[in-house]
């Protein structure tokens, strides 16, 4: 225990003298980190080089801790070999940060070289541990795959959570006292060694990077805290012998983990890169419903130390009542994001829970038999008997198509307003759509619905000369356009 106590001291002294220096040395040397008035808006540039002074921190430690006289050394000499390891296969995700940090790799190119570290430390013997499934045995390749999957997902988290002062390091340090505690409950010497020199270092750095910050993590920092936190619970992992309690490390990072999955299910329900950079995480969240940066970063200081205790009681208990505690917090984890107010999730409920996605789904398919019939139609009657059952089923009230020198039309008055939706067709021919403007149409149908007509229509002989190329559908206005007025100003 006075072992690890020395090495916290040690690491926090060093941090806290090693980062003013390389801050004030090495950050103007293409560090810095200019303002950009849209996600950056600290008022004037600002080295991002927290994660080499915390790296050297780190590595000082060690080699401090070997020197020293202490009779315990011995403890230190037999896991060194464990703590080279973690060091060296960290050094990758490092290298690819500091890289990051001087060039601004793509998210891809940054991904390869977390990819690469992942696959070295499971090569080395860090592996999250499955033997609590029972189909494991039967999936030679599945704990790699977890490994691997668990530490890319872990470094990434920490790396989107940093986007105020103070927060990535903060949440870090609280995830690392988690597994450093549960590394003393459980006698795991390794990874308590491991474990409290990183958090003697995020001690020391965030008397610098607390608001207002003099330095920033930089993608240095935010990777290496990631990915050293994502190998801690891989060797926390290994101490689990039932299926809940591999859930501990998962709760001891959990709230950049959440950060992470919300990001990526936002892109992807409003189908934009999932590498995109937004400001809809947590924190910008929490500002846009009035936090100031402190409180926000506060804020989610205290989710993670719930979600401490959280695992560290999951732990404690083993297999009583940690159930429940891990559905509690997944309860609770819901209640935030409803709080946080995500439209793409409350938009997403609607679409599934109360019947949009199967109207959506009827509404596609309905139009596509149409698409079908019109390409199937052997005359310019069948072509119009398709387009007016069309127009009926979707709610028009009134039709007109121009077609083959013929003129179809069929219509009922309307309830006020109506608006026209023109399909133009080669050789000057249409079709006119009218519809009431109190009428309810879903924008997403209106498209298909267009598109549909167009397809079915594209390859009628009758309508087209070899060197026609069809205009766009357009929208106009029919009938008695609504009186639009505004009061001027005295």
């Known amino acids: 225990m006075f072992l690890i106590l020395t090495l916290g001291v040690i690491s926090f002294l060093l941090a806290l003298a090693l980062t003013p220096l390389v801050r004030d040395h090495i950050g103007h040397l293409g560090f810095m980190d200019k303002p950009d008035g849209v996600r950056k808006t600290h008022s004037s540039p600002i080295p991002r080089v927290g994660g080499i002074a915390i790296a050297l921190a780190y590595v000082l430690t060690f080699a401090l801790a070997w020197i020293l006289p202490f009779t315990y050394r011995y403890i230190l000499h037999g896991a060194f070999g464990s703590i080279l390891k973690l060091a060296l296969v960290a050094s990758v995700v490092f290298l690819t940060g500091v890289l990051d940090d001087v060039f601004a790799f793509k998210a891809s190119h940054k991904l390869i070289g977390i990819t690469v570290a992942a696959v070295l430390a499971y090569h080395e013997g860090i592996q999250v541990n499955i033997n609590s499934f029972g189909f494991a045995a039967h999936w030679p390749g599945l704990s790699f795959i977890v490994t691997v999957g668990w530490l890319i997902g872990c470094t990434n988290a920490f790396n989107l959570i940093d986007g105020m002062d103070g927060l990535a390091a903060g949440v870090g340090l609280f995830a690392t006292l988690t597994m450093l505690l549960a590394a003393l ?179 596609e398919t309905r139009l596509l038999d149409l698409e079908n019939e019109l390409i199937k139609a052997a005359t310019v009657y069948d072509t119009w008997a398709a387009i007016l059952k069309g127009s009926k089923e979707f709610g028009f009230h009134g039709v007109r198509m121009s077609a083959a020198g013929l003129i179809f039309e069929d219509s009922k008055p309307g309830n006020g307003p109506v608006w026209q939706l023109r399909i133009p067709l080669p050789d000057s021919q249409y079709v006119n759509f009218y519809r009431d403007f109190s009428s309810d149409l879903n924008p997403v149908i209106l498209g298909a619905f267009v598109r549909a007509i167009e397809q079915g229509l594209k390859n009628l002989s009758y309508r087209r000369e070899p060197e026609a190329v069809p205009e766009r559908a357009s929208l106009a206005y029919g009938g008695e356009a609504p009186h639009i007025s505004a009061a001027s100003a005295s």
């Open 185 to 363: 409950w459980q006698g795991n010497l390794p990874l308590a060694l491991a474990t409290m020199p990183l958090a003697g270092c995020l001690i020391g750095f965030l008397f610098y990077n607390f608001n207002p910050a003099s330095v920033f993590l930089g993608d240095s920092g935010s990777l290496l805290i990631g990915f050293l936190l994502g190998c801690y619970g891989a060797l926390w992992s290994e101490k689990s012998v039932t299926l809940v309690a591999m859930t501990v490390p998962i709760l001891a990072v959990s709230i950049p983990l959440a950060d992470v999955a919300l990001s990526i299910m936002r892109r992807f329900l409003r189908d934009r890169p999932v590498f995109q950079a937004d400001r809809g995480h947590i924190h910008h969240k929490l500002v846009a419903r009035g936090y100031s940066h402190r409180g926000a970063v506060l804020t989610i200081y205290g989710l993670s130390a719930l979600a401490a205790i959280a695992s560290l009681l999951v732990s404690a208990l083993h297999n009583q009542f940690s159930g429940l505690i891990v559905i509690l917090f997944c309860v609770g984890a819901w209640i935030g994001v409803r709080f946080l107010g995500y439209g793409e999730f409350n938009l997403a409920g609607e679409m599934f829970f109360k019947g949009k996605f199967r109207r959506i789904v009827d509404a």
